[in-house]
């Protein structure tokens, strides 16, 4: 079976600190991975999504970047934190082209201090 | 652009009591809509895809119909442990599901 793991659960860092979240699947090949962001009071907002290693489209820009250096594997990165970049990261990842069920993982919480 | 408007945004049911959520979209082209449940501090589940108008779709106390502008999530007879937040999405175009901002259902003893 298909599995999403996503870490750390929780993270504080100060303004201007560099930030990696990194997301891995397994059971699966060539998934569809994505980045979505949710702040309170808001709907989840997709920052990143990527069909294949390499492949990285944006959809908001931002003081953030994503890469994908293995298939299975998905970074979502800044050099530098922001106040604003403050919420709960979500990876997921698709089975499908073009039926975008999505199965997500368990998000990290980061607090920018 | 695409709007998915989802209500009301908290609900508060006792055990047993039968009520609806509800979720209204304006879409190009809708491909599908998405039934996810989030627990508090954990990643959204998904529930149902429905791709067309008229079709529903079931899972124990859980029904979730679609029509051309709305789609609706019917919960019967619930439990304390249906507890969550109900995330509704939309697919037009492209890869990207566009989500509404949940509705928080709190159902009592």
């Known amino acids: 079976s298909q599995t999403i793991h996503q870490w750390p659960a929780t993270l504080v860092q100060p303004v201007g600190s560099p930030l990696s979240l990194e997301c891995t699947v397994e059971g699966t090949s060539n998934p569809n991975l994505y980045w979505y962001r949710q702040a309170a009071g808001r709907g989840l907002q997709l920052l990143f999504y990527s069909v294949g290693i390499g492949q990285i489209s944006s959809e908001v820009p931002q003081n953030l970047s994503a890469s994908r250096p293995q298939d299975r594997q998905f970074i979502l990165s800044s050099k530098k934190l922001l106040l604003s970049d403050s919420g709960f990261y979500l990876c997921?990842?698709?089975?499908?082209?073009?039926?975008?069920?999505?199965?997500f993982g368990s998000g990290t919480q980061l607090s920018v201090l | 652009e695409d709007q998915v408007t989802q209500s009301p945004e908290a609900l508060r049911l006792q055990e047993g009591e039968s009520s609806s959520l509800n979720c209204s979209y304006t879409?190009?082209?809708?491909?599908?809509l998405f039934w996810y449940r989030q627990d508090p501090g954990k990643g959204p589940e998904f529930l149902f895809t429905l791709y067309s108008a008229g079709e529903e779709k079931e899972k124990e106390r859980l029904k979730a119909t679609l029509t051309k502008k709305e789609s609706f999530l019917h919960i019967t007879a619930p439990k304390p442990e249906d507890s969550a937040t109900y995330l509704c999405?939309?697919?037009?175009?492209?890869?990207?599901?566009?989500f509404g901002k949940g509705t928080s259902l709190l159902v009592t003893p």
């Open positions: 879409v190009s082209g809708l491909r599908g």
């Open positions: 997921a990842w698709s089975p499908d082209r073009g039926n975008e069920k999505l199965f």
């Open positions: 999405a939309v697919q037009a175009t492209g890869y990207a599901l566009n």
